[in-house]
Structure formats: C-alpha cells, structure tokens
C-alpha cells in the first residue's frame, strides 16, 4: 500500500513539475506563442488530468470524462465549430462512456470469479429506487454496489471480513449510498468523484484498532451523487 501511494505521488509531482516549467517557459517568452496557445489552455490542461486519470491511476470513467472534456474544449477553441453543436453532442457521449465503464467494471472485482458463493458477496443494484440491505457473512469478500437515480443503505454490521484485501467497487450515478461497519474493520477508501463526494464519516468515542490483516478496500467512481461510511 506504501510503495502504491508513493507512485502516486511521484507521477502526480511529475505532473506538476511538467505544468509549471512549460508555464515558466512561457512567461519567460521561450515557447511560440502558436505553441504556447494550443499547449496552455484549460482544452490541454482537462487532457492531460485525463490522460493521467488513465494511464497512471487507471480510473477509466473519470479519465474519459476529463479528455473528452477537454478535447471538445480544443476543438471549439481551434476549430470554430458551432458551440452549440459541440454542447449537444457532448452529453450523449458522456452517457456512452458511462455505459462502456459499467460494462468493463464487470470483471473488476472477486465476485464476477466466485460467484458461486454468493453469501459471502454483495451484488446491490439500485435503479431509480432502493432500500435498506443487511450482511451477516461471516467470509466477506467485497462485491459491488450500483445506484442509478436511487440508493441503499448497506449495514455490514454482523458481517466479519475474509482474511487479505477485499474490494467493495461502487457505480453512483445521480445516486448516493449509505455503508454501515463495525468499528474494528480496516477500510481503505479509493473513490473518485466528479461533482459529487463520497466520506468517511466513522467516528467512535471508543479506541478500537483494526485488524491490519483483513482490509476493506472501497473503490469506485461517483459523479453527481454521493455517500459515505459510517459505523455500524
């Protein structure tokens, strides 16, 4: 886990230094201005964010959503097409790019190859409504949770986690959803989200020390909606 966020931040510094030192050379009139048009501006910049989203952090929702932000960008900037044009075809391909990632989220997680034990797994759809859910596995393993213009409240209170790193992927989409552990579970949260958040709201007047050797890992993506994790 330390060797993964030391990545991170390694490709997240570099990133930077490459930003500031092209807006150095810039300023300091080292770079063409019918270069430095096209390199610095916001069109570049959600490219690059999404390239990185891609390629380095592998959030493949986000990463399509910012380069497609940022190429519609560019374009209407260098190619005077018609702002209005550009504006009504971008939504629609949001929506596609939303589709093809909950059709390649299907094999992200231990669920889709252990399926067969289904007690030990969470599967939560949610479409335009939901409820509230309760797990009582005493070998959990993850699963996915997806709300759609809805939303459940999973209470994972009399669960107990498998041994290892188990991986819980959330799909929010004008939605939100409510998780609810024992206060003796180590969770880590890798969530991303575009206008919308998701939390960690667990707090206890109790000192309690997690199991390090049985890890939640909840990741996903979350855009217009949100969540959080709360103690059981």
């Not at 335009?128 to 393993?141: E, I, M, P």
């Not at 024992?182 to 000192?207: H, M, N, T, Y």
């Amino acid at each position: 886990m330390e060797e993964n966020v030391k990545d991170k931040r390694l490709w997240l510094g570099i990133l930077i230094v490459v930003i500031g030192s092209v807006w150095l050379l810039d300023n300091l009139r080292l770079i063409p201005y019918y270069i430095s048009d096209v390199i610095i501006s916001w069109g570049s910049l959600f490219s690059v964010i999404g390239l990185f989203l891609l390629l380095v952090r592998k959030k493949i929702e986000a990463g399509l959503i910012f380069l497609t932000i940022g190429i519609f960008i560019i374009v209407d900037d260098y190619f005077y097409i018609n702002f209005y044009d550009i504006w009504h075809t971008f939504w629609p391909i949001i929506v596609i790019i939303i589709g093809v990632s909950l059709i390649l989220r299907r094999n992200q997680t231990k669920l889709d190859s252990e399926k067969k034990n289904d007690v030990d797994f969470i599967n939560d759809f949610a479409v335009f409504g939901g409820g509230d859910r309760s797990v009582d596995s005493q070998d959990f393993k993850g699963g996915k949770i997806t709300a759609i213009f809805g939303g459940s409240n999973i209470n994972l209170g009399n669960a107990e986690l498998a041994h290892g790193k188990n991986e819980l992927d959330l799909f929010v989409l004008f939605g939100g959803t409510e998780i609810r552990v024992p206060a003796d579970w180590s969770v880590q949260v890798e969530v991303f989200s575009i206008l919308g958040g998701f939390s960690d709201k667990r707090k206890s007047s109790v000192q309690v020390i997690p199991d390090s050797s049985k890890i939640l890992v909840v990741k996903g993506f979350v855009m217009f909606g949100g969540g959080d994790i709360k103690l059981a």
